[in-house]
């Protein structure tokens, strides 16, 4: 039986006719992003599938039979900066529209130390915030062209970390190269970054049509982190079903991405935190979520942070500020 207290997208946000709109989901593939996607389908959109592994994309994607929409799949490894610009290129060559851009790949890396991507950078990080914002920047002037548009991220409840222990980014080394690495940590700060980003970029496109939001899904029963090693992914295993009364389905975990992305009242809100209710906030205030609410989480919502963060960036994926 699933969460009684789980928030759902709207009827008429599931049932607008999006046909000839054009989204790009990342890590389409699995869990949150291919209930995300085949959604979209059901509403006639055509999604980009944005995914690491385009065998998987294809893979799932027989499943998408009937259904309204249309898809392609396209490679993206969000652990490889090169990688990221090569999508982009294809994509600006293939599309002259851009309506939604879901950034929602990510992935804790599980019982190993610190790894790093392509380019040196720390992989959690890398490719939640990193990839992501280069993606992002490259994709800017087609969705200003494409306005009304939206972007979105994924960030996560671990975030909020506690009122003895709040995340934060650490600006003076965003890529661990002094600092000790803890898996878990970086996964928290790396979705302090997808919050920070959202917001940040908000704030530079206000007036342009293009909107912005990040997203707790909730605690999705999908293939995050299954990556560990086999210890890992036996307590995984053993956990899932004593979870399960507190966990969401797939379906269930795209549901505020979906608001974000195709509801009327999400743009009204750019730059905002929009949370699916989570058991897993231990500031109680927080646990029924909210579309969007505030985070609780001070470093989460410091604007100049923000900036700073953003202004690093450029330098560390070698983009030019405009
Ligand atoms: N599950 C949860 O409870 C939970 C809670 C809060 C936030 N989130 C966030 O929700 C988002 C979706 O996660 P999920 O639960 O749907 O997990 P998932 O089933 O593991 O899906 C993650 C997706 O990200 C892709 N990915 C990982 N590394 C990539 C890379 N280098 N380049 C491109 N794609 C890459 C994966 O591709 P492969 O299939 O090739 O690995 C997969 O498609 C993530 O950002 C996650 O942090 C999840």
């Known amino acids: 039986m699933g969460r009684k207290n789980v928030l759902w997208a709207d009827e008429r946000t599931l049932s607008k006719d999006i046909s000839g709109k054009v989204y790009i989901v990342t890590g389409a593939n699995s869990g949150v992003g291919l209930e995300t996607t085949r959604q979209l389908l059901k509403q006639g959109g055509h999604v980009v599938m944005a995914c690491r592994r385009t065998n998987a994309a294809e893979e799932v994607a027989q499943s998408f039979s009937g259904l309204k929409g249309s898809y392609k799949a396209m490679r993206l490894d969000l652990a490889d900066l090169k990688s990221v610009r090569e999508f982009a290129t294809e994509f600006l060559q293939k599309y002259d529209r851009l309506d939604g851009l879901a950034c929602n790949a990510g992935l804790v890396t599980m019982g190993g130390g610190l790894q790093r991507t392509k380019d040196g950078l720390e992989t959690t990080i890398g490719v939640s915030y990193f990839g992501h914002f280069l993606l992002t920047e490259l994709l800017l002037d087609l969705l200003k062209k494409s306005a009304p548009s939206r972007m979105i991220i994924l ?147 410091d604007m100049d942070t923000a900036k700073k963060l953003v202004d690093a960036s450029y330098d560390i994926v070698g983009l030019k500020k405009n």
């Open 155 to 301: 960030s996560s409840v671990v975030h909020a970390g506690s009122k003895k222990n709040r995340h934060m980014v650490h600006l003076e080394d965003l890529n661990y190269t002094t600092r000790k690495f803890n898996n878990f940590a970086a996964y928290s700060e790396a979705k302090v970054a997808t919050i920070l980003y959202a917001m940040e970029l908000a704030k530079r496109l206000e007036g342009t049509g293009v909107t912005t939001a990040s997203v707790h899904p909730g605690w999705a029963r999908s293939n995050f982190g299954s990556g560990g090693n086999l210890l890992i992914r036996m307590i995984m295993a053993i956990m899932r079903p004593l979870t399960a009364s507190m966990s969401d389905s797939n379906e269930e975990a795209a549901q505020t991405s979906l608001h974000c992305l195709l509801s009327d009242d999400a743009p009204k809100h750019s730059g905002a935190y929009f949370s699916q209710s989570s058991v897993l906030y231990s500031d109680k205030v927080c646990k029924n979520g909210g579309w969007p609410m505030t985070s609780p989480n001070p470093n989460a919502t």
